[in-house]
């Protein structure tokens, strides 16, 4: 809707009909896209007969925002192993995915695709600025994969590291356009709260990180408190019927999110 220029999900669909005759949508079929009852046609498959690819053709660089690996790294309860962390790499532009990817230069991206062992060992202060250079939604992407390659690994600091520079890029994606809306903060808000539940689950669950004194334990509740605050604070800004479905939002969350 932001490439469009669109407000209202119907002067969306009226556009898209305007724009070209190979976009035929059902009246109210684009507002069950943005809630995830449907998927475009087309949505698990390629080729320029995809509806994904001839909106592609009418507002250009929305199908990469579509295919993104973004979406599925997020679906923390998907175990991914190194062979398919290392395709998402791939998916990314290679100067997100060189930082991380062993042998890049002497490789054709085909190699290092069909190489079992790949990844760059960092320490931490080598990943840590790495993690620092990442922008964007590829950034975040990027931050994610190295979040699940940490726990892969069982190392708790590479976990947590990756998790908190992804905290960092998707604030700052939430002040560009299109998420600098409130409906858009608010649903940033209750992703970043589903991350803080993971973290507790895969690091404060751990009984030598539970400890008050570990450096990880002390990261992961001021990330707590500090998201807190924040969703308090968004909460105030709302008028009073965002105020309700942002709120009725947590509640469904409650399960899964951490204090408020």
């Not at 190392?155 to 409906?183: I, N, Q, W």
Request: charged content about 25%; aromatic content about 8%; proline content about 4%.
């Amino acid at each position: 809707m932001e490439s469009s220029g669109a407000v209202l999900v119907q002067e969306l669909e009226e556009r898209l009909r305007a724009k070209s005759r190979k976009v035929l949508l059902s009246d109210g079929l684009w507002a069950r896209y943005m809630r995830g009852e449907v998927l475009p046609q087309g949505a698990r498959g390629s080729g320029a007969a995809t509806l994904i690819e001839r909106i592609e053709a009418i507002y250009p660089g929305t199908a990469a925002f579509f295919h993104s690996p973004l979406w599925e790294l997020m679906d923390f309860n998907k175990v991914l192993g190194p062979h398919e962390l290392k395709s998402m790499y791939l998916r990314l532009g290679k100067r997100t995915w060189a930082r991380f990817v062993s042998n890049y230069k002497s490789a054709s991206t085909e190699a290092v695709a069909a190489a079992r062992y790949w990844k760059i060992r960092h320490s931490r202060e080598e990943l840590l600025g790495h993690l620092r250079e990442l922008t964007g939604l590829e950034g975040l992407s990027a931050c994610l994969i190295e979040a699940r390659l940490g726990y892969l690994r069982q190392e708790e600091s590479a976990f947590m590291d990756s998790m908190l520079e992804g905290r960092r890029l998707m604030r700052e994606v939430a002040h560009s356009s299109p998420f600098a809306t409130p409906k858009m903060q608010s649903a940033l808000l209750l992703i970043e709260g589903l991350w803080i539940a993971h973290v507790r689950q895969q690091v404060l669950a751990a009984p030598r990180v539970r400890e008050a004194t570990h450096p990880v334990s002390e990261l992961a509740k001021d990330w707590e408190r500090d998201w807190a605050a924040m969703s308090r604070d968004h909460s105030d800004t709302l008028p009073k019927a965002s105020r309700a479905a942002f709120e009725r939002w947590r509640e469904e969350c409650a399960p899964f999110m951490p204090f408020r």
